[in-house]
């Protein structure tokens, strides 16, 4: 089987964040790019272990500049085969989703993963665009996924539980916690990647619907407050008077 | 200006659904909630009292199915200026196929009202900052955070319209549902006890459960914690597990790391127990107690009790 796992650039997850100066972009100094960890550690390294099992071939793609190759070598030495970048800046979520829908459209993939949402825009809203898109069924923040033949089993969160579902493919999914563990590359890995393929396609008739216009940062706490070990009346009492949360 | 919202209703209406229809009445114009789920009318008829003009409900529809829900609710909302979802896992499924449906702008996690200049705040960077986002489309798609408004009650009622208008066979087919017994859903929580690695051991949760049954809040974790199989990876949050914003967060044995801040720090009030002084958590709370947990907990379940018992 074919698999397609997008995958996008986030900062580090230790990153402080901040902003230039008129808060219009995200500031990059000093920021070391990872891949987004639900792109990776559940979506590609799931992808990964259906190919271990059953088969597949498992390519990764990516809207970005080539400053994007490091992210994309990174998921090659984890194990993917082929690497696509979409030569484009990924302005939103709608621009990325149908850059990868039109490169895919033609290519029969059977599974198109992505991370239930990146770390940095927290949007959610790439695999279902993907989904309608493509004119896939969709099955969102799945935490398992197991296949048969032509069938996907999953399970997926719902409202204050989880539902388990059954799809035939082809079919989108994004993946969250609990689908598979991180993996960490060996140095056979790093080696194979330098010399797997990574092809640069350019865009057509993407456009964007949504822009950002400004950044801010959330106001500071303005102190703790401490209370005493024996004093958990007081602490009860400000949550009630005080805070007005209980 | 005309306003969709749509919710999905079973046993009772949720505070997600209130938030959303009184979020699309502060939009301002008219609100009409597309709604499934088996709820009756009459329940359905008190979003009235929220800034629903009117409610239809499509019983045809059963299933949680986004390819379903979202080819009704474009059929109904051609004219519509907003269609307003909880940022929940309907909206996450339904909302991103409707903005590529109706070539509408999706602006995801919203916090708060449009501002003047139209753009929307967003939380982005897992917690860490907030964006503003404008839609470049006339039509916009909105996905509102729960709990990051105050639903405002009129005591009006509006008319229900039962429709049963079929989309088509489900593609997605569900097997089974889990649904844990008689907890609170974490992202829709408004009191929150959470612990870590300070516990020491998963036989240790008795008094945070204890806690957290006292002050009627549901129960998280550290990563760790759900990593190494103390806790369910569901009840892990931070910037790779749940982000939550609760109205109450009480965090027990938590140091404080940059990942499980983000996906805290919306918390309007955080309390802190922990007995290193020096955990970098103290500096994102509002109350602190530098003690052992095994020592404050029981002191503080008996002061909640006591505190429930006389009011």
Not at chain 1, 70 to 93: F, Q, S
Not at chain 1, 148 to 175: D, F, H, K, M, Q
Not at chain 2, 145 to 150: D, E, G, Q, W
Not at chain 2, 301 to 311: D, L, Q
Request: charged share 20%.
């Amino acid at each position: 089987m074919k698999i397609l796992v997008c995958i996008s650039k986030a900062p580090d997850t230790t990153s402080k964040i901040a902003f230039t100066q008129d808060n219009s972009r995200f500031d990059e100094n000093g920021v070391q790019y990872i891949v987004n960890p639900y792109d990776e550690w559940y979506a590609l390294v799931r992808a990964l272990e259906i190919k271990e099992t059953v088969g597949a071939d498992v390519t990764i793609i990516t809207v970005g500049n080539s400053s994007d190759e490091a992210i994309m070598r990174k998921a090659l030495a984890i194990g993917a085969d082929e690497a696509v970048r979409i030569d484009a800046e990924p302005t939103d979520a709608y621009y990325v989703a149908t850059a990868i829908a039109d490169f895919a459209k033609d290519k029969s993939f059977d599974l198109v993963l992505t991370g239930k949402e990146t770390i940095n825009f927290n949007g959610s809203q790439l695999g279902g665009m993907i989904a309608e898109a493509l004119e896939s069924p969709y099955v969102s923040i799945a935490s398992k996924l197991d296949v048969s033949g032509n069938t996907l089993t999953l399970e997926r969160e719902i409202a204050g539980g989880v539902e388990v579902v059954e799809v035939s493919l082809p079919a989108v999914v994004s993946c969250a916690k609990g689908m598979a563990e991180q993996r960490i590359p060996n140095m056979r890995g790093i080696m194979a990647a330098r010399t797997k393929p990574l092809q640069v396609v350019v865009p057509k008739n993407a456009e964007q619907l949504t822009s950002y216009v400004a950044f801010a940062s959330p106001a500071a706490k303005s102190g703790v407050k401490l209370i005493d070990t024996n004093n958990m009346d007081e602490l009860v009492s400000l949550l009630h008077n005080e805070a007005k949360v209980i | 200006m005309k306003n969709i919202v749509f919710i999905q209703a079973n046993s009772a209406l949720s505070k997600a659904a209130y938030e959303v229809v009184s979020y699309a009445q502060q939009l301002g114009g008219t609100v009409k909630v597309l709604a499934t789920g088996n709820l009756p009318s009459e329940a359905l008829s008190a979003l009235g009292s929220y800034g629903a003009s009117e409610v239809v409900v499509n019983r045809a529809i059963t299933s949680n199915d986004d390819q379903m829900i979202a080819a009704w609710i474009a059929k109904h909302s051609e004219d519509a200026n907003n269609l307003v979802f909880s940022h929940d896992f309907n909206g996450k499924a339904i909302a991103p196929r409707l903005s590529v449906k109706l070539k509408a702008g999706f602006i995801s996690g919203a916090v708060a009202l449009p501002e003047p200049d139209g753009s929307v705040k967003v939380n982005v960077f897992s917690g860490k900052a907030f964006g503003y986002v404008k839609s470049n489309t006339a039509q916009r798609i909105i996905s509102l955070l729960p709990n990051s408004i105050v639903p405002n009650s009129t005591g009006n009622v509006c008319s229900v319209l039962e429709v049963n208008e079929p989309m088509g066979e489900p593609r997605v087919k569900v097997l089974s549902v889990k649904k844990p017994e008689g907890t609170i859903p974490l992202p829709e929580a408004e009191l929150v006890v959470s612990a870590g690695r300070g516990l020491k051991g998963p036989e240790n949760w008795g008094m945070i459960e204890d806690l957290a049954q006292a002050l009627g809040a549901a129960t998280a974790c550290s990563r760790p914690v759900a990593d190494i199989g103390w806790r369910p990876h569901h009840e892990h949050v931070g910037q790779t597990g749940v982000a939550i914003r609760p109205n109450l967060y009480i965090a027990v044995g938590i140091s404080g790391a940059i990942q499980h801040l983000a996906g805290v720090n919306g918390s309007k009030v955080i309390v802190v127990i922990n007995p290193d002084a020096e955990a970098p958590f103290f500096k994102a709370a509002d109350y602190g107690v530098v003690g052992d947990a095994f020592e404050v907990v029981p002191k503080l379940i008996e002061a909640v009790k006591n505190f429930r018992a006389n009011s």
